[in-house]
């Protein structure tokens, strides 16, 4: 494992993944927060607006992620729509500990939710890299 490890920080294309993946993240992160404030606003508890922003996130980061950073358009959008799904669900899952923990701790929600998000972007992007989208 860290001899492939060591062996893809060496491959330019990796690098340029990432920079594409964090763009497309960034897209994703702000699609994210707003759905995450809206959902606030209309009463929703913290932990379902966060589940409604992960709907619109997921949706928003598969397409630009199959097409654009991992130029995967030759597999089979089901097959990776369901690994990126598994992917994503699991880093939710993560995060909505990340978000639960830090609101108890008395960080206001939105930022909470965007500390939550950061916090399993690494398992997002190693998780679709390998396994989503992998050649």
Same mark, same amino acid.
């Given at each position: 494992m860290h001899r492939r490890v060591r062996h893809g920080m060496r491959r330019r294309h990796n690098w340029y993944q990432l920079v594409r993946f964090g763009m497309v993240g960034a897209s994703g992160y702000v699609v994210n927060l707003a759905i /995450? &404030? $809206? %959902?606030?606003? %209309?009463? %929703?508890? /913290?932990?379902?607006? #966060?589940?409604? #922003?992960? $709907? &619109? &996130?997921v949706l928003n980061n598969f397409w630009w992620n199959r097409h654009w950073t991992f130029g995967a358009r030759e597999g089979h959008a089901g097959f990776q729509a369901a690994r990126f799904f598994v992917v994503s669900? #699991?880093?939710?899952l993560v995060s909505l500990v990340v978000l639960t923990v830090l609101v108890e701790a008395g960080v206001p929600k939105l930022p909470a939710q965007a500390l939550a998000i950061i916090a399993v972007t690494p398992l997002n992007f190693v998780g679709n890299k390998l396994w989503s989208f992998a050649r």
């Open positions: /995450y &404030g $809206v %959902l606030l606003e %209309l009463g %929703l508890h /913290y932990r379902g607006a #966060a589940t409604g #922003a992960w $709907v &619109g &996130g669900f #699991a880093a939710f």
